[in-house]
């Protein structure tokens, strides 16, 4: 959802414009309630109307001054894994400059789709833009990686900017050239030779900690199956998972989505609990589980309940699209759960 907060007359009217140009599939346009038409919706005060929007929103744009939008967003910033983009641009639509969240949020992507559609100039300041270097979280959120600790992205991007050496190692293989400033290391004593300091991991695992500073990029394709007795609540459900998920060195992260039996679609505790990691949670019927082959632990009493012989880890497998097994059955107060590793591809 892509939120415009016009001050001007101008500004309404240039508001209109990208309404029209189908930038998004929805662009929902506030006005100054003193200069407002049907054209969009009124507004008088800037805080109130943000309370509202802002944690429904991917981007806002401001149309006005940029002093005003700073001041108006300050007092709802958190960080940039949560914080929407944040766009500003003139009434006469000359320039589009994104202000917050260029990477993570995509404001400087919106920007220069604004700028494509209306034909202003986007002004870019990220430094990594700029010299058309390496930007981590770019690559991660092209490639749907989890990044473990978001503080170490400006590091990793200072020294690529500054031309410091700066490790590479990826537990799976990545199309493409590896970028100027990263060091392919194949073995760990390269890392002491070079004198690197810094790394970029791509692992599935937390561990083993590679490099003094480390920016850990993990694959958030784990399938959980799970099996359950009716009535088990969410909070019972995510305790079970993360502790389960942590003891075998996963993060809840990692997870995409949450699969089982069909006769559990209406489970309660599970649809709340995959709305909670804003996951899917899919079903299979039993003719469906029984199709597929593969080393799984079978129970005659399950059989005979629900007419599979393993519900969690054959739809974790299902769900996985025929994925590796991370973590067989285990059972826990009248719950089961197990997890499979999706194939990817990561690419540069």
Same mark, same amino acid.
């Given at each position: 959802?892509?939120?415009?907060?016009?001050?001007?007359?101008?500004?309404?009217?240039?508001?209109?414009?990208?309404?029209?140009?189908?930038?998004?599939?929805?662009?929902?346009?506030?006005?100054?309630?003193?200069?407002?038409?049907?054209?969009?919706?009124?507004?008088?005060?800037?805080?109130?109307?943000?309370?509202?929007?802002?944690?429904?929103?991917?981007?806002?744009?401001?149309?006005?001054?940029?002093?005003?939008?700073?001041?108006?967003?300050?007092?709802?910033?958190?960080?940039?894994?949560?914080?929407?983009?944040?766009?500003?641009?003139?009434?006469?639509?000359?320039?589009?400059?994104?202000?917050?969240?260029?990477?993570?949020?995509?404001?400087?992507?919106?920007?220069?789709?604004?700028?494509?559609?209306?034909?202003?100039?986007?002004?870019?300041?990220?430094?990594?833009?700029?010299?058309?270097?390496?930007?981590?979280?770019?690559?991660?959120?092209?490639?749907?990686?989890?990044?473990?600790?978001?503080?170490?992205?400006?590091?990793?991007?200072?020294?690529?900017?500054?031309?410091?050496?700066?490790?590479?190692?990826?537990?799976?293989? $990545?199309? %493409?050239?590896?970028?100027?400033?990263?060091?392919?290391? =194949? #073995?760990? /004593? +390269?890392?002491?030779?070079?004198?690197? @300091?810094?790394?970029?991991?791509?692992?599935?695992?937390?561990?083993?900690?590679?490099?003094?500073?480390?920016?850990?990029?993990?694959?958030?394709?784990? $399938?959980? %199956?799970?099996?359950?007795?009716?009535?088990?609540?969410? =909070? #019972?459900? /995510? +305790?079970?998972?993360?502790?389960?998920? @942590?003891?075998?060195?996963?993060?809840?992260?990692?997870?995409?989505?949450?699969?089982?039996?069909?006769?559990?679609?209406?489970?309660?505790?599970?649809?709340?609990?995959?709305?909670?990691?804003?996951?899917?949670?899919?079903?299979?019927?039993?003719? +469906?589980?029984?199709?597929?082959?593969?080393?799984?632990?079978?129970?005659?009493?399950?059989?005979?309940?629900?007419?599979?012989?393993?519900?969690?880890?054959?739809?974790?497998?299902?769900?996985?699209?025929?994925?590796?097994?991370?973590?067989?059955?285990?059972?826990?107060?009248?719950?089961?759960?197990?997890?499979?590793?999706?194939?990817?591809?990561?690419?540069?």
């Amino acid at each position: 959802m892509v939120y415009i907060i016009a001050f001007t007359r101008a500004g309404i009217v240039l508001g209109k414009k990208i309404q029209q140009s189908n930038m998004v599939e929805t662009v929902v346009l506030f006005g100054w309630y003193k200069y407002v038409q049907e054209d969009a919706i009124p507004f008088a005060h800037t805080k109130q109307l943000l309370e509202k929007i802002w944690k429904k929103a991917d981007a806002i744009v401001f149309i006005g001054a940029a002093g005003i939008a700073v001041r108006s967003i300050a007092p709802f910033l958190t960080d940039k894994v949560n914080d929407p983009a944040i766009l500003v641009m003139d009434e006469k639509g000359k320039f589009v400059i994104p202000i917050l969240s260029g990477h993570l949020g995509g404001a400087n992507a919106y920007a220069e789709q604004l700028a494509r559609k209306i034909g202003a100039v986007p002004v870019i300041t990220t430094a990594t833009d700029c010299n058309q270097c390496f930007a981590v979280d770019l690559f991660a959120q092209k490639n749907g990686l989890w990044i473990a600790d978001w503080h170490e992205i400006k590091e990793i991007s200072s020294r690529i900017l500054e031309k410091e050496p700066v490790g590479w190692i990826s537990e799976y293989d $990545v199309e %493409g050239i590896l970028p100027m400033g990263l060091i392919q290391i =194949e #073995e760990k /004593e +390269q890392i002491q030779s070079f004198h690197i @300091e810094a790394g970029v991991v791509i692992a599935s695992k937390m561990e083993p900690v590679y490099f003094p500073l480390e920016c850990r990029l993990l694959p958030k394709n784990l $399938v959980i %199956g799970v099996g359950c007795r009716k009535g088990k609540s969410l =909070e #019972e459900l /995510e +305790q079970f998972f993360v502790q389960q998920l @942590e003891q075998h060195g996963f993060q809840k992260q990692q997870v995409n989505k949450i699969v089982s039996i069909d006769r559990k679609q209406q489970e309660k505790g599970l649809i709340e609990l995959a709305k909670k990691w804003k996951i899917p949670f899919l079903t299979y019927s039993s003719d +469906q589980l029984n199709a597929v082959e593969g080393d799984f632990s079978n129970s005659d009493f399950v059989k005979q309940t629900v007419g599979t012989s393993n519900v969690c880890e054959r739809s974790a497998y299902l769900g996985s699209r025929c994925g590796k097994k991370r973590m067989k059955k285990t059972a826990r107060d009248g719950m089961t759960m197990a997890v499979y590793e999706e194939a990817i591809a990561i690419s540069f």
